[in-house]
């Protein structure tokens, strides 16, 4: 069965501090891959997807960057993080079925920007 | 934007009563699906239901779909404790991206 992670599960960053967050997904091949981020009781906001390595598409402007160096790797990082950073990291990847993408997420990862 | 709003933002429910929460959507869709999460966690499928469908159910849930008023319903029947959670719309225009809704808050009462 597929299963996906994501680490850390909280991490607290002070303004300026670079970032890295890591996701992989296991028991499937080729996946699209994405990474949302959600504010405190809002919706999800898409930030990048990937449908192979090295392709990445960004949704929003904003001065974080995504990377996917291996098939079930999918890294979210910054250089310099802002406070409008903080929030709650999900990852997710699709299992692409006829007429149907439905997504998988992994267990997220709370970010706290101080 | 978000193409998905749901309505209401937030519902309090007894035990035992059913639930219902509307999505509207602005374009035209290949599918629209709806998630759960629980506090502090990721989103878990609940149901997809495809453009060309009307009406779906998967155990306690019932999902419309009415293409002409861009909206759809989600049904929760014989509401449980275990029910409490945010209820996500998402649609997808196409084949790579889902967009979501800013949820509904549905807490279920004992």
């Known amino acids: 069965s597929q299963t996906i992670h994501q680490w850390p599960a909280t991490l607290v960053q002070p303004v300026g501090s670079p970032l890295s967050l890591e996701c992989t997904v296991e028991?499937?091949?080729?996946?699209?891959l994405y990474w949302y981020r959600q504010a405190a009781g809002r919706g999800l906001q898409l930030l990048f997807y990937?449908?192979?390595?090295?392709?990445i598409s960004s949704e929003v402007p904003q001065n974080l960057s995504a990377s996917r160096p291996q098939d079930r790797q999918f890294i979210l990082s910054s250089k310099k993080l802002l406070l409008s950073d903080s929030g709650f990291y999900l990852c997710?990847?699709?299992?692409?079925?006829?007429?149907?993408?439905?997504?998988?997420f992994g267990p997220g990862t709370r970010l706290l920007v101080l | 934007s978000q193409q998905g709003e749901e309505d209401p933002q937030a519902l309090s429910i007894q035990e035992g009563e059913n639930a219902t929460m509307n999505c509207s959507y602005k374009?035209?869709?290949?599918?629209l699906q709806w998630y759960r999460q629980n506090s502090g966690r990721g989103l878990v499928h609940l149901i997809l239901i495809r453009s060309n469908e009307r009406e779906k159910h998967s155990g306690r849930l019932r999902v419309t779909l009415d293409t002409s008023k861009k909206s759809s319903s989600l049904l929760i029947t014989a509401s449980r404790a275990a029910d409490t959670a945010s209820y996500f719309c998402?649609?997808?225009?196409?084949?790579?991206?889902?967009?979501f809704g800013t949820g509904t808050r549905l807490t279920i009462i004992p």
């Open positions: 990937s449908v192979g390595i090295g392709q």
């Open positions: 374009t035209s869709i290949n599918n």
């Open positions: 028991g499937t091949s080729n996946p699209n």
């Open positions: 997710a990847w699709i299992k692409k079925s006829t007429g149907g993408e439905t997504q998988y």
């Open positions: 998402a649609t997808a225009p196409g084949n790579e991206k889902l967009t």
